[in-house]
């Protein structure tokens, strides 16, 4: 029998109910649209990256409380530093502010922090931080947050090749030994399943180089409302819209 659970989504006691037993294992989402929200508000784009923190604890705290596997979180992309230096900059010190502020209570709330993406190439401070975050929360068995951070999925996927090309030239792995199931363990998400859910906020229908290869059967939830304004409301409707949907992997049923 499904185990249905309503959840009380905001204050005015809107109810959603969502069945317990078909919960994503692994959500992804590209938190997109701070700058807009600030634009609106006529602030400055780095109080909508601010903003965008707000958004992002409710969204760690709903899905810990939900017994969600693993969430995976877009924050800086390979192509984000084409943006201007002061921006960039702003977004690292927000990440070294958020993690030395948040981690004791995501490791009371037993989250594990990790990170995908090329961390070398951060600033010396935001690679430390995320050192001690990593370090602490390690053996926690709760909710897995992966932070996408200097991430590309072209730019992982050509990591990978190097990766295994290497360890066939020091005769560690035959070609032949190279399946999806192989190639999967050489990418950032390691032993993450692949999510089953995406979700895009702020109207912009596209992936912008996020997952690519573990996307490949995820169901895709967009909306128009941008990351900030992101509740837990949302997360809920997502997962009930996710729970609506035929999933066939290919096949027929
Ligand atoms: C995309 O919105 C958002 C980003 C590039 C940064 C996301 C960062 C945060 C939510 C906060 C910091 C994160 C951590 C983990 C501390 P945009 O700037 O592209 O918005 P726009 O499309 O409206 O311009």
């Not at 490791?107 to 931080?129: D, F």
């Not at 020091?170 to 030994?177: L, Q, Y």
């Not at 192989?182 to 992936?207: M, Q, V």
Request: one cysteine or more; hydrophobic letters at 35%.
């Amino acid at each position: 029998m499904k185990t249905i659970k309503k959840i009380f989504a905001s204050k005015e006691e809107e109810t959603i109910q969502l069945d317990m037993e078909n919960l994503p294992r692994h959500i992804a989402i590209i938190m997109d649209g701070n700058g807009r929200w600030a634009k609106k508000r006529g602030l400055p784009r780095t109080a909508g990256h601010k903003a965008g923190i707000e958004a992002l604890r409710e969204v760690i705290k709903a899905s810990s409380e939900l017994k969600i596997g693993f969430l995976t979180l877009y924050a800086f992309s390979t192509e984000n530093w084409k943006r201007p230096k002061e921006e960039v900059s702003a977004l690292m010190k927000l990440l070294v502010y958020y993690l030395q502020k948040e981690v004791k209570e995501l490791h009371k709330n037993n989250v594990r922090i990790r990170t995908i993406g090329n961390i070398g190439q951060l600033p010396e401070e935001a690679i430390s931080q995320i050192g001690k975050a990593v370090d602490l929360t390690k053996n926690n068995k709760g909710l897995t947050v992966n932070i996408a951070l200097n991430y590309g999925g072209r730019d992982e996927i050509i990591r990978a090749v190097r990766n295994i090309c290497k360890e066939n030239i020091e005769g560690n792995i035959c070609i032949e030994n190279i399946d999806e199931e192989k190639f999967s363990t050489y990418l950032d998400t390691g032993d993450s399943p692949d999510p089953d859910l995406l979700i895009r906020p702020s109207g912009e229908l596209r992936t912008s180089n996020f997952l690519l290869w573990q996307l490949a059967y995820a169901e895709f939830w967009f909306s128009n409302i941008y990351w900030p304004d992101f509740n837990k409301k949302h997360l809920y409707t997502a997962i009930k819209d996710y729970q609506m949907r035929h999933r066939r992997f290919g096949g027929l049923k």
